[in-house]
């Protein structure tokens, strides 16, 4: 027999060395997994992992899809600091692509200069208001957000379909449920010719600073993390919670509806049915891998969108089905969890004594 | 030579020879002698970190030793394990005590019975009832335990031993829970168990129990026997002295103030509990004046949880006029706006509430005390961690420095800082919950003088303790809690000890006329 006891004291080394530990479980348990689908498991890991920064090319578009994951990862990070379980980053992505979508065909003959940050504001206010919704449900009647937040990115998903299929579909798109192309007016500016790195990857680097700024120099910060940290203690200091949650909420919101418009204004340049492949929910990982911090948010992007283009790659090269990344993904997020856990707690087998 | 003699004549119940148990960064026990003899009731005395839970935990087989022996009836035991304990005839009652809220009386103490120990006692209940006579207990075995008392709960702890067919009782701190009428009612039981041939080993910090009670003492510092006596022969002052030192002597005898204009009143305070075994408040009445301290006595769990969060705004209820300060009504206010109106909390858990656990002194600093450190919203770090330090070697608080966490720190040390804190921000009102609970007697001294000092500076301190010796020392005016009810409020100087015993144990409730009559005079 075997029991579980709390460390006394966790150590310091391990918080940081535990997202170290757990990506080489998933590699070791990546080995294991490509033997036995009869690959070589040495290639398969560098088509995943090394391949994807191999050349300019490939480097360019792991930044496009980080930018995305290191916007919804920075806004969770502050979310789950203040104890507000957010899984709706998906959601409110899509809720932004969907709103940015509608200025940028409303005013696709526009070549006006104001047509670009009026999409961007309306991604950004179309997220913060899928955030809005679950925020004011678990204030007002204490529902779950986690739930809520779930079943909000199922909503957020089929609006979006029902709107390419519908009022948003092409006309003169031979019935495809897509949107037509953006007008160049409404088109984020790539930042180097030849790559499609767009203008959404330097908000996303920015809005990781500017999540460190909040949280380590304003007094807001503070209260987040004292939230997360010790709520009898926030109650004690009188903090006001309502405002913390609606703040984090929104600001997760913000930032991913931000992620969803400058996919569909950026590299897409269209709506289409498959805005994401899971940016929302990968985000979690990130802010997890990142241990929460917005800076450390930017690696762990930077580690998933490696993982994102080497499954890419994975598939045409290898033939090792995509599905692979979803599955490394859960691995990683499994094997940090697990680590986090042993740094806190630790197994006792009963014939040693007790001290 | 004494020791030897006695041997002579009997053997020891238990010897303890040199034991020793080290800990990462702390000797706990160093080389600790303790004999006692059948039917000894033995103190065991110290400040809190002078090793006293180490040596009973060691006794009770919770903690092994790194060297030294133990006799158990003159043969040489280990004892591994409290079943181990339990098994010699040792049992123990912790101060927090472990019962089952949702269980009967029987069922806790079959919980802990094996298997033969419950053949060979037959009807559970029976015993319970015939133990209960005998030793005066007055438990009856088919009670919900949550609709005991905490002198009866206690009274469940000791029967849990009695039925076991304990030969040496250690009792943790038992008298910190109980009313002085309760406390009286325990030495009864104690001193018919030790007719009866069972030692006991009796920790306290209230030294006049020790020498009314206890035969033997044993006096540990740092982890050393520094002195044995007979208490009977010494009186609490001699028996403080070899406990700390000098210091117990400076903690006495301050001067009792008057208020002056009322700042702070509760009036016609009903309130129902949201804990499923809470309190709730009824009718509260009192009026807190600057410059003075008003006490509040009372057994732990009968409504005062209930009324400092209520206070504080931590309970979020809105109590509207119930609660107003400078005539001003604040129950519809949050704790952060209470807070901005000058009114300051020291609560009774310093670690999780009161400080957060893993941040540094200075951000602790910044829980409460933000005035004058947020410019537009951003965090001043420089100047805060400067008036840290500044609070740090005020308040003598024993730290690295402003970095260190808060969980870094000992509970006295800690509570220390909190209360700097709190002062620190010169409010109208302090609320404080049992400051010294827990604290070594070096650091109670340096709470109590700042909490005199704020109160001669004019503000308004409420004082909840559970310690009716600090009340009687620290407080002008005191009233007393029972289940939800406050007792009329006098004079400290009309009052006796008796008296407030007595309104802890809720001889005033019959009585509601005269409760409001006395509390608006």
Known sequence: MMRIQARTEPSSLMKVASPLIAIVCTLLFGC????????????????????????????????????????????????????????????????????????????????????????????????????????????????????????FNYIGLYLLIWAVNGPLRDPDGYGFPESALFSEAATLPTLFDGSRIHLGI???????????????????????????????????AGFNSKKLSWFVMLFSGALAGLAGVSEVTGPIGQLVPNVSPGYGYSAIIVAYLGRLHPLGAIVAAIFLAVLYMGGDLAQIQMGIPVAVVGMFQGVLLFFLLACDFFIRNRLIFNKQATH | MAETLKKRHSIARIELANITKQYPGCLANDSVSLTLMPGEIHALLG????????????????????????????????????????????????????????????????????????????????????????????????????????????????????VQSVK??????????????????????????????????????????????????????????????????????????????????????????????TLFTVSALNLTTKQPFGTSLKNINFELKAGEILGIAGVAGNGQDELMAIISGEDERNTGHALSLEEQSIGQLSAGQRRKLGMAYVPEERLGRGAVPDMSLTENTLLTHSQGFIKKGLVQWQPLKAYANKLIVQYK???????????????GNLQKFIMGREIGQNPKVLICAHPTWGVDVGAALAIHQALLALRDQGAAILLVSEDIDELFLLADRMAAVCDGHLSPVVKTADTSIDQIGQWMAGTFISTPAHHTEETTA
């Open chain 2, 397 to 411: 608080v024993k730290c690295h420095g402003e970095f260190s966490e808060a969980k870094s720190l000992s509970g």
């Open chain 1, 202 to 236: 330097l908000f996303a680097i920015l809005s990781a600073f500017i999540g460190w700024f909040v949280l380590t120099k304003t007094h807001l910060g503070f209260q987040i993390r004292v939230f997360g940290a010790d709520e009898p203690a926030a109650k004690y």
């Open chain 1, 32 to 151: 294991i997994l490509f033997s036995a689908l009869n690959k070589n498991p040495f290639e398969a890991l560098h088509v995943l992992l090394i391949a994807p920064l191999s050349d300019m090319y490939n480097v360019g578009e792991m930044l496009v899809k980080m930018g995305p994951l290191l916007l919804c990862a920075v806004g969770l990070s502050l979310c789950y600091r203040a104890n507000m379980w957010n899984i709706g980053a998906e959601g409110q992505l899509l809720a932004g692509a969907l709103g940015g979508s509608v200025v940028a065909l409303t005013f696709i003959d526009s070549e006006s200069v104001f047509v670009l940050p009026c999409a961007l504001l309306a991604g950004i206010v179309s997220g913060m208001l899928w955030a809005a919704i679950p925020t004011f449900l678990k204030l007002r009647f204490n529902s779950n957000l986690i739930l809520t937040t779930i079943m």
């Open chain 2, 168 to 261: 040496l009782l250690i009792l943790d701190e038992p008298t910190s829970v109980l009313t002085p009428q309760e406390v009286s009612g325990l030495f009864v039981v104690l001193r018919t168990l030790a007719k009866e041939g069972c030692s006991i080993l009796f920790i306290s910090h209230k030294l006049h129990e020790v020498t009314e009670i206890c035969q033997q003492a044993t006096i540990l510092r740092a982890g050393k026997v520094i002195a044995t006596c007979e208490p009977a022969r010494e009186t609490p002052a001699t028996i403080a002295k070899m406990m700390v030192g000098e210091l117990a002597e400076q903690d006495a005898g301050y001067s009792k103030k008057e208020g002056h204009h």
């Open chain 2, 47 to 162: 400040e809190n970190g002078a090793g006293k839970s180490t040596l009973v935990k060691t006794i009770y087989g919770v903690v092994a030793p790194d060297s030294g022996d133990i006799l158990w009836d003159g043969k040489a035991v280990e004892i591994k394990s409290p079943s181990k304990a339990r098994e010699l005839g040792i049992g123990m009652v912790f101060q927090h005590f472990s019962l089952f809220e949702t269980l009967t009386v029987s069922q806790n103490i079959e919980l802990c019975l094996s298997k033969t120990q419950l053949t060979s006692i037959g009807n559970l209940s029976h015993k319970i009832s015939e133990l209960s006579t005998k030793y005066g207990l007055n438990v009856d075995p088919s009670r919900y335990v949550h609709s005991l008392s905490i002198g009866e709960r206690q009274r469940v702890e000791i029967m849990r031993c009695l």
